[in-house]
């Protein structure tokens, strides 16, 4: 069955700072590959995705992920990160092959701090 | 707003009671997604509900059911609570083709 790790579960920074979150998914077949941003006491919510092409991803409020697909990952980066990025963040995938169920990982924890 | 609307948005019960979760999705939207999410699981896969009908199963108890109505609008029913069912409840809804989900506010569950 697919699964999805992140292997970051609480990172620590000050702003200005850069963050790279790692994610790694097991199958090995297409995939489609999401990362989502839960803000303290709100809804999840979409930063990017990546279906096909090119495999440098741009997403909402300066964030862009690198799909790798020799090392099944798919890490989301921000070159400078604000107070404001202070999220939880979750990686998804979908379940496989003629699904669109999507599978989370357990979420980084991001704190920011100014 | 997302546009999925989720009630309610808090909800305490006791242990043994039955409760029901309303979801209903963003308007097009013909898939209806269930997810619980507690410290301990993270974002677990419940249910999928596709125009109607059930698509996909996940990690689901048999003491929790759900439907889709012809408005498109899920109901999640928890029934026999225990304390363990405590979590936040979301719904998501997305259009078939689109793959990218739109999520609800979610409904605080705690059972006591």
Redesign the interface.
Known sequence: AQSVSQHNHHVILSEAASLELGCNYSYGGTVNLFWYVQYPGQHLQLLLKYFSGDPLVKGIKGFEAEFIKSKFSFNLRKPSVQWSDTAEYFCAVNGGPNTDKLIFGTGTRLQVFP | D?G?TQTPKHLITATGQRVTLRCSPRSGDL?V?W?QQSLDQ??Q?LI?YYNGEE??K?NILERFSAQQFPDLHSELNLSSLELGDSALY?C?S?Y?QD????????TRLTVV
């Open positions: 997302s999925v898939s997604y997810y993270g974002l896969f999928q698509r996909a996940g979301f998501a997305s078939m793959y990218g989900y739109t999520f609800g506010s979610g």
